[in-house]
T-cell receptor, first 111, second 116 residues
Framework: KNQVEQSPQSLIILEGKNCTLQ??????????LRWYKQDTGRGPVSLTI?????NTKSNGRYTATLDADTKQSSLHITASQLSDSASYIC??????????FGTGTSLTVIP | DAEITQSPRHKITETGRQVTLACHQT?????MFWYRQDLGHGLRLIHY???????NKGEVSDGYSVSRSNTEDLPLTLESAASSQTSVYFC???????????????FGPGTRLTVL
């Protein structure tokens, strides 16, 4: 069964600290993996997109990694800010129209 | 600036009523998608369209229908609303067919639907 699992479910960190969010998937065949940031009450916004051949992609303080062999991805946030408080969603695409969403990690950054 | 909008943002209806949620994008994207988001389930695909007159069922399409008469709009209709359809609904659009592309999906702000 095609699934995307994210961990931890929720995370609280101090402002300025780094953190890493995990995404494990069993989706096959694999097309690409995306990380989205979703602020409360808003739609998701794309952070990174990686294909099979890419193992690292950065977007400012966000760095995503992909290990297609172990079917794992991580999203590393450097020097966290209060505005990073949001839900982070991992999405794996298979064929046309097939998107598999994780349930997200809720990140809270406190001063 | 190009954008994707949804209306209404909040809707309360009664069981059995027909409800239509609007989605309008000015990106001129070929692809449009409807998702629902529920606590503990993440986002789930309801229907999608790869162009005018094209519609396809997603993972949770029962009780929902869409039509695509132009590029800009993909309205979502609940034929006979049920309490199980209480959810937050998101519309999204993208340009390229997502077979091997890394095309970005742009999401609307969402519609919170409550079925009493």
């Amino acid at each position: 069964k095609n699934q995307v699992e994210q961990s931890p479910q929720s995370l609280i960190i101090l402002e300025g600290k780094n953190c890493t969010l995990q995404c494990n998937y069993t989706v096959s065949p694999f097309s690409n993996l995306r990380w989205y940031k979703q602020d409360t009450g808003r739609g998701p916004v794309s952070l990174t997109i990686m294909t099979f051949s890419e193992n690292t992609k950065s977007n400012g303080r966000y760095t995503a990694t992909l290990d297609a062999d172990t079917k794992q991805s991580s999203l590393h946030i450097t020097a966290s800010q209060l505005s990073d408080s949001a839900s982070y969603i991992c999405v794996v695409s298979a064929f046309v129209g097939q998107f598999y969403f994780g349930t997200g990690t809720s990140l809270t950054v406190i001063p | 600036d190009a954008e994707i909008t949804q209306s209404p943002r909040h809707k309360i209806t009664e069981t059995g009523r027909q409800v239509t949620l609007a989605c309008h994008q000015t990106w001129n994207h070929n692809n449009m998608f409807w998702y629902r988001q529920d606590l503990g389930h993440g986002l789930r695909l309801i229907h999608y369209s790869y162009g005018v007159q094209d519609t396809n069922k997603g993972e949770v399409s029962d009780g929902y229908s869409v039509s695509r008469s132009n590029t800009e709009d993909l309205p979502l209709t609940l034929e006979s609303a049920a309490s199980s359809q209480t959810s937050v609904y998101f519309c999204a659009s993208s340009e390229l067919e997502d077979l091997i592309s890394t095309d970005t999906q742009y999401f609307g702000p969402g519609t919170r639907l409550t079925v009493l």
